[in-house]
């Protein structure tokens, strides 16, 4: 059972643009959600990170949003980059070191 | 600082074959996390450790995986046999005090072959 989905596998955006990348989630009990970026022959790395207690989250291009009574979170990336090009990982956690992640939507920002 | 150190980054082999996957945690960092990426199933968590002690290994999918963390720096997953559906990359992580609130430090992974 995917506890964590990212329904997008793939996103198209054009340079400049706004990229919005969302996930949903089952589980009520997650308390802690980040977005991890990866490149091709690559780990992921970690982006941007939020609290249940928070409903927004701002770091430069990057703002990561949740909406608790949806179970919905998405990732706003504005201006989107070439170098923004990668598959996005949403993942979640609660209270336990547990990190669950979705199957990732791969973003292409073109010129 | 190194970062996750993961060997080999290749492994082609033969079904029915053992097959062993290294990795060198972040020194100071007291949890590791062993991850499988399929495109079906995004990133699964396989076990996770807390300081070297197995914590949480309901995700190892059958008695043929099994994994190890013999010392704080060093831990191996072991496919024995193997079969054509393990292949996959597999991904180790540490982090300083759990994958919650302390960000996974990810190694570039084993790309994982059986044929």
């Known amino acids: 059972d995917q506890q964590v989905k990212q329904n997008s596998p793939s996103l198209s955006v054009q340079e400049g643009r706004i990229s919005i990348l969302n996930c949903d989630y089952t589980?009520?009990?997650?308390?802690?959600f980040l977005w991890y970026k990866k490149y091709p022959a690559e780990g992921p790395t970690f982006l941007i990170s939020?609290?249940?207690?928070?409903d927004k989250n701002e770091d430069g291009r990057f703002t990561v949003f949740l909406n608790k009574s949806a179970k919905h979170l998405s990732l706003h990336i504005v201006p989107s980059q070439p170098g923004d090009s990668a598959v996005y990982f949403c993942?979640?956690?609660?209270?336990?070191?547990?990190?669950?992640f979705g199957t990732g939507t791969r973003l292409q920002v073109f010129p | 600082d190194a970062g996750v150190i993961q060997s080999p980054r290749h492994e082609v082999t033969e079904m029915g074959q053992e097959v062993t996957l290294r990795c060198k945690p972040i020194?100071?960092?007291?949890?590791l996390f062993w991850y499988r990426q399929t495109m079906m199933r995004g990133l699964e968590l396989l076990i996770y450790?807390?300081?070297?002690?197995?914590?949480?290994d309901s995700g190892m999918p059958e008695d043929r995986f099994s994994a190890k963390m013999p010392n704080a720096s060093f831990s191996t997953l072991k496919i024995q046999p193997s079969e054509p559906r393990d292949s996959a990359v597999y991904f180790c992580?540490?982090?300083?005090f759990g994958g919650g609130n302390s960000p996974l430090h990810f190694g570039n992974g084993t790309r994982l072959t059986v044929t």
């Open positions: 939020i609290s249940s207690i928070k």
């Open positions: 589980n009520s009990m997650f308390d802690y």
């Open positions: 993942a979640a956690s609660y209270n336990t070191d547990k990190l669950i």
């Open positions: 992580a540490s982090s300083l």
């Open positions: 450790f807390n300081n070297n002690v197995p914590i949480d």
């Open positions: 020194s100071g960092h007291n949890s």
